[in-house]
Every structure is written in C-alpha cells, then in structure tokens.
C-alpha cells in the first residue's frame, strides 16, 4: 500500500462522513444546546457556535417557523433575545439524539473494540500533527 493510497481513503471517509452527518448538524447541535440550556440569550449561542451572526439567524428563522424553537424578548433587557425549545423541538431532539446513537454505532460496527481503540489513537496523533500540537 503506499501512502498516496491511504490518503485517497482518508479522504473518501471524510467525505462520506460529512455527506452521511454532516446535513443535519447545524440544527441538531442548536437542538443540543438549547435542550441543556432552556432561555439561553441568541448572543451565547452565536459564541457557542462560531458562526456569522446573519447565519444564525437564518437558521433560526427557519427553525422558528418549523416550530422547533420559541424566540422571547428578555424582560429585563428588551435588546436580548432569548431562546429555548419547543415541545415539538425537545420531542425533535430526543428522536435525533436516538437516531445518532444508532448512526454512530453502525458506522463503527465492523470494527472490534479493540481496533476502535488503535484507530482512534492513530487519527488523534495525525490530527494533532497537522493542527501542530504536540504529540506526546
């Protein structure tokens, strides 16, 4: 095998990864937080997320009209906006969270616990390289 070779399928695993997970994250991980954090002001989500505030806010927008999220002026400040789920965005999000975890587990079904293990070693140690971190 030369390197070339693995490369090519890291890269086709990636992009399998990213078409297989990648469409639904946006919503999903605001679902995520917003379950954990009930009235949590727009601007702490737009820090959470490190997105352009106008993406934000297109999502959101969508969101809103899907009824997924409730938009609330805070009493004590009008200028903040502050968000939290819906029902139909808390039942959404618990039926994601089920479907992920079933996703996740197929993904990685062929693999033994054991080669989870070294995969994740070996991909952590190249990912720490080319962000240049340090590798112990």
Do not use: F
Request: some cysteine.
């Amino acid at each position: 095998m030369e390197r070339k070779e693995l490369l090519s399928l890291l890269q086709k695993c990636g992009h399998h990864l990213h078409h297989q997970k990648g469409k639904k994250l946006g919503q999903y991980r605001i679902l995520l937080i917003l379950k954990d954090h009930p009235n949590l002001p727009q601007s702490d989500l737009l820090g959470c997320l490190h997105i352009q505030a106008g993406s934000l806010s297109e999502i959101l927008l969508k969101m809103e009209s899907s009824n997924l999220i409730i938009r609330t002026k805070d009493s004590l400040d009008k200028r903040r906006v502050l968000l939290s789920l819906s029902e139909a965005g808390l039942l959404k999000v618990n039926t994601l969270i089920k479907e992920y975890e079933a996703e996740n587990e197929m993904l990685l079904s062929t693999l033994t616990d054991e080669e989870c293990m070294v995969l994740y070693s070996l991909l952590s140690r190249l990912y720490k390289n080319w962000k240049g971190e340090d590798y112990a």
